[in-house]
């Protein structure tokens, strides 16, 4: 499970880099100065990709969290609905550049909606999987006291 968040989080680092890189020459190409989703891909797809994969990490390092099969199986569903989310604004901001009526789609943001849908449900099965091993984790008098030397 460490090596699936750690390469998720580089692809999603890749995606990043390439989605801003993205917005900036199709925009420039087209002369386009106007509001588009293109220009919210390269931040959601750093922050819910990237930075939110390497927290799980951190916590799966400390909590081994990836022994609850929910927050395996919420590592997936989190790759899928940031997919779809990001892939939905992606789309919809391209169309927007090229002032194409199909921006305006409902089946596009019925895409995106998905992928938010998608994500709440990755979100419950993490948050589930952290709710149990919490419970699991009870410290003895002494460890608590090595804790707070250690803050």
Do not use: C
């Amino acid at each position: 499970m460490f090596t699936t968040l750690y390469r998720s989080a580089a692809a999603w680092t890749g995606v990043g880099l390439a989605s801003g890189l993205f917005y900036r020459e199709l925009t420039k190409h087209n002369a386009f100065t106007g509001q588009t989703q293109l220009s919210v891909v390269h931040t959601h797809t750093l922050v819910l990709g990237t930075v939110m994969l390497l927290l799980l990490l951190g916590l799966n390092a400390m909590l081994r969290l990836d022994l609850d099969r929910r927050f395996r199986w919420g590592i997936l569903t989190w790759n899928i609905g940031l997919t779809l989310t990001a892939g939905g604004m992606l789309v919809k901001g391209v169309f927007q550049v090229l002032q194409n009526a199909a921006a305006d789609s409902p089946a596009i943001a019925g895409v995106s909606g998905l992928g938010h849908i998608v994500l709440t449900l990755a979100f419950v099965l993490i948050f589930l999987a952290i709710g149990a091993r919490a419970k699991t984790l009870t410290d003895t008098p002494a460890q608590a006291g090595e804790q707070q030397l250690a803050v």
